[in-house]
């Protein structure tokens, strides 16, 4: 299967630059997600711009000097959002910063105010947490994805396991449906299995994967959705299947025969 990588930044005042990028991500043989994709879609953009992080194996951060359109349900932006979708998942993370003393930039793409204080703020998370690349024109930074996702898939290339995984979890559409009630019974039942804690979002998916029978894909969705080692997310979900299999049991034990009265 080929490898995904999300294509994130503002739209307006990097469109040349995402075009570039997604044609460098094409050559490589590679598929990129982006919201230029989206077509006609029940979903809002932020769902399906989550939905893309979360279906990706890799993402790319490309930040200029506009902070982008707020979510009014979280007050930060959709960028911001996307990198923080990108950060839950454990995705690897490339991140490429305008250089603000060579590349030309309109005012018009120039926030100011409280958006610029959020941008600013957000690029310092950035140059502490990632080894960031700095772009001069829309060109430059094609050529630094290029060869920065050549490297990335070569490490990737190198762990087996987790690219079959990978595999096994995009592939994986059969989950068992769980009603609000019977999921949190579960939850109930079975989160002390783990030794971490997992996000109720994370904790469902891998549930509904696992009932449905498909085990390693759910300790992918659970070590790709927390700090969890995948040791210990199948470990945990030996202990599922043995719970779940004595409840079943019990609850047979406990059923009247067809024939009571």
Same mark, same amino acid.
């Given at each position: ?23 460098? #991500?094409?050559?490589?043989? !590679?598929? &990129?997600?982006?919201?230029? =994709?989206?077509?006609? %879609?029940?979903?809002?953009?932020? @769902? +399906? ?12 951060? #490309?930040?200029?000097?506009? !902070?982008? &359109?707020?979510?009014?349900? =979280?007050?930060?932006? %959709?960028?911001?959002?996307?990198? @923080? +979708? ?34 600013? @703020? ?140």
């Amino acid at each position: 299967m080929t490898a995904a990588i999300f294509v994130s930044s503002t739209f307006a005042d990097l469109e040349r630059h995402r075009l570039l990028v997604r044609e460098a #991500i094409s050559r490589l043989e !590679y598929q &990129s997600k982006a919201m230029e =994709s989206f077509g006609a %879609l029940p979903e809002t953009p932020k @769902e +399906e711009c989550l939905r893309l992080v979360r279906s990706a194996n890799a993402y790319v951060g #490309i930040f200029g000097m506009r !902070y982008g &359109s707020i979510d009014s349900s =979280s007050g930060k932006s %959709l960028t911001h959002l996307e990198y @923080e +979708e990108a950060r839950a998942m454990r995705l690897p993370r490339l991140i490429y910063i305008i250089d603000e003393n060579t590349h030309p930039v309109l005012p018009k793409h120039v926030e100011t105010g409280a958006s610029a204080e959020r941008l600013a @703020e957000l690029k310092a998370t950035l140059k502490k947490s990632h080894v960031v690349q700095f772009f001069s024109s829309a060109e430059d930074l094609a050529a630094k994805v290029t060869q920065d996702i050549v490297r990335l898939m070569g490490a990737m290339s190198k762990v087996p396991t987790a690219q079959v995984l990978s595999q096994i979890a995009t592939n994986a559409i059969l989950r068992h449906p769980l009603t609000a009630p019977r999921f949190e019974f579960l939850r109930d039942k079975l989160s002390h299995l783990f030794n971490h804690e997992i996000p109720e979002s994370v904790f469902r998916e891998a549930i509904e994967i696992a009932i449905a029978g498909d085990n390693m894909a759910a300790a992918f969705v659970l070590s790709r959705g927390t700090p969890m080692p995948l040791d210990d997310a199948v470990h945990g979900l030996m202990g599922v299947e043995k719970a779940l299999v004595q409840m079943v049991a019990k609850h047979k034990a406990s059923a009247p025969e067809k024939n009571d009265v």
